[in-house]
């Protein structure tokens, strides 16, 4: 894994209910970008690294969303919901500046993403993005989520990881480097995102805070997701790997909902910037590169 460099400037935002972590990178006067973590419960960092490509021609603003990373606040057990994430986005985006909007959301991040542009449109929220970049987003319907839980466990319990896994117990790693065991660890627990599990070496390691994440999907509820989107006029480019645990079929209907183009990446899972970012970020520089526009309302 290469090292993930300092960022230009950091901090705790003040806007916000309880103070979130947030870091930036690149030139502060390029155009910038908020880039949205998945999870949810997660934080930025695992995004690191690699998404720094974007901040060769943009101004990259991450931070850790409520209840993840550095914005835990372990003393307080009330549930944080979808409605929270949302807020939290459009206060994150005003206090730190992010104007225009240009949203780049990966996995969870990416459904945050579509969630803010809805209630946005519906003025409960501002400012309004300018555009959409959706990186392999999250299920978009509650029956995608379930068929995404299915397959993942059927490749995390698959012959090939139940051999690594045995591999790793008899190998004696962890009594003469605990460290190094603890990075393989990490790695079979998500080995089953990827096309090639091998590949999950360089994914910087990350936690996920259980209840956060466990409160975020039950204020969903029985979700659908792409009635609203239809209604959305705003530009969007949504990517998703061909061996990606979440149906492919979702990542179609938000691109069709959107009128957006959808680039389908080969030999890739849910990790895009990790197994094929040659494949990936010229066509996403491209796209944020374009001007922006709100795409006309068909009658």
């Known amino acids: 894994m290469l090292p993930t460099p300092p960022p230009r400037r950091d901090g705790f935002t003040s806007s916000t209910p309880v103070p979130l972590y947030w870091a930036e990178y690149g030139d502060a006067e390029a155009p910038p970008i908020l880039l949205l973590h998945g999870g949810p419960g997660a934080s930025h960092d695992y995004l ?16 850790d969303q409520r209840g993840g990373g550095r914005s835990r606040y372990d003393d307080d057990r009330a549930p944080i919901t979808w409605q929270d994430q949302v807020a939290d986005v459009a206060r994150v985006a005003t206090e730190l500046g992010v104007a225009p909007l240009d949203i780049v ?5 990416a459904l945050l993403a579509l969630l ?9 929220v501002a400012p309004s993005p300018s555009r959409l970049a959706l990186l392999d987003p999250a299920p978009v319907t509650r029956s995608y989520r379930k068929a995404f839980e ?58 996920v ?23 959305l006029r705003l530009p969007a480019f949504v990517v998703h790997g061909r061996q990606d645990p979440i149906p ?18 080969e030999d890739c899972g849910h990790v895009p910037y990790v197994e094929q970012p040659a494949q990936l970020f010229p066509p996403l520089l491209a796209y944020l590169s374009e001007p922006a526009s709100p795409l006309p309302v068909v009658k």
Do not use: N
């Open 48 to 63: 690191l690294p690699q998404m720094l490509e974007l901040a060769r021609e943009h101004r990259v603003v991450c931070y």
């Open 105 to 109: 959301g990966y996995s969870w991040g």
């Open 116 to 124: 803010y542009a809805v209630e946005a449109q519906a003025g409960r």
């Open 150 to 207: 299915q397959e993942f466990a059927r490749r995390q319990s698959s012959p090939d990881i139940a051999a690594l896994r045995e591999e790793l117990a008899r190998s004696g790693l962890k009594e003469r480097d605990p460290e190094a065991h603890k990075q393989r660890m990490f790695e079979l627990s998500v080995a089953g995102y990827f096309a090639d599990p091998r590949r999950a070496h360089d994914l910087t390691p990350f936690r």
């Open 209 to 231: 805070t259980g209840r956060v994440q466990q409160s975020i999907w039950s204020s969903l509820g029985d979700f659908d997701l792409v009635p609203a989107l239809r209604d």
């Open 248 to 265: 492919l079929a979702s990542s179609k209907g938000v691109a069709q909902a959107l009128g957006a183009e959808l680039l389908v990446l």
